[in-house]
């Protein structure tokens, strides 16, 4: 079956402008989480959903940055008035159940912010 | 907050060698998981580890959490080239969703 996917792949964005990243998780999933991975490090945490709802916001890292999960399926990723060190790949990754299982990942996106 | 650290942040070996990585927390865990990723990759799940001093193999990786659970290790026998990639250690504390990356262990197999 689809595993996890993330588009846009790869974005460029000019400092001051707004972004969306969306990610389709696996059908059914449950728990939906969004990381951000800086070069040579590892995945930070952003936020986690079950399904609509939020129930952790606490990794993202200004009032610029903007999560949902209307439907509790799709998710998008909202950057405004992007930043240069807003610059990483952006992982989305879902679980079937609740958090406390096997994380699927998303191939990513990579934001670069000129 | 919550730190996990990993080391060593690099490793390279012969290929045939052993290799061991090493996750710590500074506080109890809930539970951890393993992640592989290759480069330019995304991570990649191994497997998750619940019970104080548990211990569980697959083929050539043994996975082991401490009797405090506040730390784990992942250790490869005889690598090969198609380990490569940086090994992660997730970390998550009770009654929270998200959980803490390590730094990440970045392991080179020279053939």
């Known amino acids: 079956g689809a595993g996890v996917s993330q588009s846009p792949r790869y974005k460029v964005a000019k400092r001051g402008q707004d972004v969306a990243l969306r990610c389709d998780p696996i059908s059914g999933h449950v728990s939906l989480f969004w990381y951000q991975q800086a070069l040579g490090q590892g995945p930070e945490f952003l936020t986690y959903?079950?399904?609509?709802?939020?129930?952790?916001k606490s990794g993202l890292p200004s009032d610029r940055f903007f999560a949902e999960r209307p439907e509790g399926s799709v998710s998008t990723l909202k950057i405004q008035r992007t930043q240069q060190e807003d610059s990483a790949v952006y992982l989305c990754?879902?679980?079937?159940?609740?958090?406390?299982?096997?994380?699927?990942f998303g191939p990513g996106t990579r934001l670069t912010v000129t | 907050g919550q730190q996990v650290m990993q080391i060593p942040q690099y490793q390279h070996v012969q290929e045939g060698e052993d290799f061991t990585t090493y996750c710590n927390s500074s506080?109890?865990?809930?539970?951890i998981q393993w992640y592989k990723q290759r480069p330019g990759g995304h991570p990649v799940f191994l497997i998750q580890l619940v019970k104080s001093g548990e211990v569980k193999k697959q083929k050539r990786l043994t996975f082991q959490f401490g009797e405090a659970k506040k730390n784990s290790s992942l250790h490869i026998t005889a690598t090969q080239t198609t380990d490569v990639g940086t090994y992660f250690c997730?970390?998550?504390?009770?009654?929270?969703?998200?959980?803490?990356f390590g730094t990440g262990t970045r392991l080179k197999v020279l053939a």
């Open positions: 506080t109890t865990l809930s539970n």
């Open positions: 990754a879902s679980i079937l159940d609740r958090a406390g299982y096997e994380q699927y």
């Open positions: 997730a970390a998550s504390k009770r009654r929270t969703y998200k959980y803490i």
């Open positions: 959903f079950q399904n609509e709802a939020q129930l952790d």
